[in-house]
C-alpha cells in the first residue's frame, strides 16, 4: 500500500457524491429511512466512511498499466451510475424509480457504486479498500434490498 493523493479515488468519490447531493432535495415520493434496519445502517455508515478515506489516501489506486481493465470497468460502472442517477431525475421520483434497475443490474443506484469501488479495490490490490466496499455493500445494498421489497 502506498499513501499519497489519490486522484482516480476524488474522481470516482465526485462522480458519486454529486447526484447524491442533489438527491438530497429530489427524493422519492413517499420515502423515509425511519424504519431501516440499524446493523445495516451502521454498516453503510461505517463502509462510507471507510471508502472515502481509502479514496483519499492511497495513491496505489492511481492509473497505472497494470490491471487496467479493472480501472475501465470500474469507471464505466459509474458512468453508468451517473447514466442511472440522469434517469431517476428526470423520472417523476416514485419509489420504483429509486429502486430500478439499469442494463439488467438490480437495485442499480445502491449496486454500482460499490462495485466500482471494490473495483478500483481490486484494481489498486488494496486491501482496506476491498475491505471498505465490502462492508459498504453489505449495509448499503443491504438497505435498499428492504426498501425495495417493503
Given at each position: 500500500?502506498?499513501?499519497g493523493?489519490?486522484?482516480?479515488?476524488?474522481?470516482?468519490l465526485?462522480?458519486?457524491?454529486?447526484?447524491?447531493?442533489?438527491?438530497?432535495?429530489?427524493?422519492?415520493?413517499?420515502?423515509?429511512?425511519?424504519?431501516?434496519?440499524?446493523?445495516?445502517?451502521?454498516?453503510?455508515?461505517?463502509g462510507?466512511?471507510?471508502v472515502t478515506?481509502?479514496?483519499?489516501?492511497?495513491?496505489?489506486?492511481n492509473i497505472?498499466?497494470?490491471?487496467a481493465?479493472?480501472?475501465?470497468?470500474?469507471?464505466?460502472?459509474?458512468?453508468?451510475y451517473?447514466?442511472?442517477w440522469?434517469?431517476?431525475?428526470c423520472s417523476?421520483?416514485?419509489?420504483?424509480?429509486?429502486?430500478?434497475?439499469?442494463?439488467?443490474?438490480?437495485l442499480?443506484?445502491a449496486?454500482?457504486?460499490?462495485v466500482?469501488?471494490?473495483?478500483?479495490?481490486?484494481?489498486g490490490?488494496?486491501?482496506?479498500?476491498?475491505?471498505?466496499?465490502?462492508?459498504l455493500?453489505?449495509?448499503?445494498?443491504?438497505?435498499?434490498?428492504?426498501?425495495?421489497?417493503?
Amino acid at each position: 500500500m502506498r499513501f499519497g493523493i489519490c486522484y482516480t479515488g476524488i474522481v470516482f468519490l465526485v462522480m458519486l457524491f454529486i447526484p447524491n447531493i442533489i438527491w438530497t432535495k429530489n427524493q422519492p415520493q413517499d420515502y423515509s429511512a425511519a424504519d431501516e434496519n440499524k446493523l445495516l445502517l451502521l454498516l453503510e455508515r461505517a463502509g462510507q466512511v471507510l471508502v472515502t478515506v481509502c479514496s483519499l489516501i492511497f495513491a496505489d489506486m492511481n492509473i497505472h498499466r497494470e490491471r487496467a481493465a479493472l480501472l475501465c470497468i470500474a469507471f464505466a460502472l459509474m458512468v453508468l451510475y451517473e447514466i442511472w442517477w440522469m434517469r431517476y431525475f428526470c423520472s417523476e421520483r416514485k419509489l420504483s424509480d429509486f429502486y430500478s434497475s439499469i442494463m439488467g443490474i438490480p437495485l442499480a443506484g445502491a449496486v454500482l457504486p460499490v462495485v466500482s469501488f471494490l473495483l478500483l479495490g481490486l484494481y489498486g490490490m488494496n486491501l482496506p479498500m476491498i475491505i471498505s466496499a465490502i462492508i459498504l455493500g453489505i449495509g448499503h445494498i443491504g438497505i435498499h434490498a428492504e426498501h425495495a421489497r417493503a
